[in-house]
């Protein structure tokens, strides 16, 4: 319980520069640099780069599906945020990034994802592509053992929003009041 306050207390500060007034361009997109290449592979098994979510706005959430809070919350309350949406969260890309390529495979994504809104894609690949496009992203990831021989994985817990070109627009928090968070999505989709 401690590691996972200490976790979440440090994924807050992580965050905060995204979350704080950063400086913004005259259309108000962020100057901050968040994303970049990438080369994973999808739920199907099917290669997925930046590229392949160019054309739609898009919202985006690494995190495990093994994670025993932050990620079903956070995918939760994203199936809730989409239906609220109605047909226009079909203008949206929805992803789901693993942090945990040796036990998140195509297959089990394909399972976990299965319990939200199948518009939510999830993408992994090999533990190097899966750090690279953490490192693009500016996500914190970090292996933590378990008693037992198990282990968790600490990690960033913001949703990041990218227009339709790919540039980085900004966050919604962990937890944050739907209202907000739904606000934003539509902002996101008229960008």
């Not at 929805?94 to 399972?111: G, I, M, N, W, Y």
């Amino acid at each position: 319980m401690r590691r996972m306050l200490i976790a979440t207390g440090l994924a807050v500060l992580a965050a905060m520069p995204l979350a704080a007034c950063h400086p913004k361009d005259e259309a108000g997109r962020s100057l901050l640099q968040v994303g970049g290449p990438f080369n994973l592979i999808d739920q199907d098994g099917k290669p997925v780069s930046e590229k392949s979510l160019l054309g739609k706005p898009t919202a985006i959430f690494f995190g495990f599906t093994y994670c025993p809070e932050v990620c079903p919350t956070t995918m939760a309350d994203l199936t809730s945020w989409l239906k609220t949406l109605g047909p226009d969260a079909d203008k949206l890309n929805v992803v789901f990034v693993s942090v945990d390529p040796e036990r998140d495979t195509p297959r089990q994504l394909k399972t976990y994802l299965s319990n939200f809104d199948p518009r939510i894609r999830g993408f992994t690949g090999t533990p190097a592509a899966v750090a690279k496009a953490a490192k693009e992203y500016r996500i914190y990831y970090q292996k933590v053992p378990q008693d037992g021989g198990g282990y968790t994985i600490d990690h960033s817990s913001a949703i990041y929003l990218f227009d339709a070109k790919g540039q980085f627009v900004g966050p919604i928090g962990y937890q944050s009041p739907a209202d907000r968070a739904v606000a934003q999505l539509r902002d996101l989709i008229k960008s």
